[in-house]
C-alpha cells in the first residue's frame, strides 16, 4: 500500500483497540442503489474467540433512513475518529510546511441484525457497563422503567469485523525533537480548541 506513507500506517491491532475504545463515536457508512448513507452511531467492540478481531455492537433509531441499509451480511464500514490538528511550521526550526496531524482507525464488516429483544437489552447494559468505566460506577438496571419502551424504537446490530486500517500521521516522517514537539502542539490544541469551541457553539442555545 502506497498511501498512507508506511510510516503513518498502524499495524498494531492493539493501537487499533485503544482507539475504539477511547473514541467509540464511529462515522458508520452504507451503500445501497448507489446511495451512500452515513450516521454516527457508538460502536462497543467485542472479543470473540472464533474471530480474530472481535465484532462491534451498536444501535439504531427505526426512523433513520440508513437503517433501509442494514441488512444480514451487508458489508459496512465504521470509522472511528482519534484527535487530530493543525500544525504549524512555527513549532520547527528548519523550514517546514504546513500539515494536519491525526488519529483515524478504518474497519470493514459483514453486519449481522440483533433480531432478539433480550439480546438487544443485554447489549445496551454492556454498552453502558463499558462506557461508564471512564466516568462512575452506575449500573443501567436490566428492570429500568424505561428500557421496554426504548426498544421498541432502535434496532441492535453488531458487525464482525473482516478487515481494519490504522491512519496514525503524527510526524513520524521528521526527527524525535520535531515529532515530540508536534504531539506537544497536537495536545494543546485539543484541549484549548475543545473548550473554546463547545462554549461558543452553546453561547448560541442561549436566549
Not at 427505526?62 to 504549524?88: C, E, M, R
Not at 516522517?173 to 514537539?181: D, P
Amino acid at each position: 500500500m502506497k498511501y498512507p506513507p508506511k510510516e503513518f500506517q498502524e499495524t498494531n491491532f492493539n493501537n487499533i483497540l485503544k482507539v475504539i475504545v477511547q473514541k467509540p463515536l464511529a462515522t458508520l457508512i452504507t451503500v445501497q442503489d448507489h446511495n451512500v448513507f452515513t450516521s454516527h452511531i457508538p460502536l462497543i467492540h467485542y472479543k470473540t474467540p472464533n474471530l480474530p478481531f472481535g465484532k462491534l455492537i451498536g444501535h439504531i433509531d427505526i426512523y433513520n433512513p440508513q437503517l433501509s441499509t442494514l441488512k444480514n451480511n451487508a458489508k459496512v464500514t465504521a470509522i472511528f475518529h482519534g484527535p487530530d490538528s493543525y500544525i504549524s511550521p512555527s513549532l520547527f526550526e528548519n523550514d517546514q510546511l504546513p500539515t494536519w496531524n491525526y488519529i483515524k482507525v478504518h474497519v470493514e464488516g459483514k453486519l449481522k441484525l440483533i433480531e432478539d429483544k433480550h439480546a438487544l437489552k443485554a447489549s445496551l447494559i454492556k454498552m453502558t457497563e463499558q462506557l461508564e468505566a471512564f466516568s462512575s460506577n452506575y449500573v443501567l438496571p436490566e428492570d429500568h422503567e424505561k428500557m421496554s419502551s426504548l426498544l421498541d424504537y432502535i434496532v441492535g446490530f453488531e458487525i464482525e469485523i473482516t478487515s481494519w486500517e490504522g491512519k496514525f500521521k503524527l510526524s513520524q516522517n521528521k526527527s524525535t525533537l520535531e515529532q515530540n514537539k508536534a504531539t506537544e502542539a497536537l495536545i494543546e490544541n485539543i484541549k484549548n480548541d475543545s473548550s473554546s469551541f463547545i462554549k461558543s457553539i452553546l453561547e448560541n442555545f442561549k436566549g
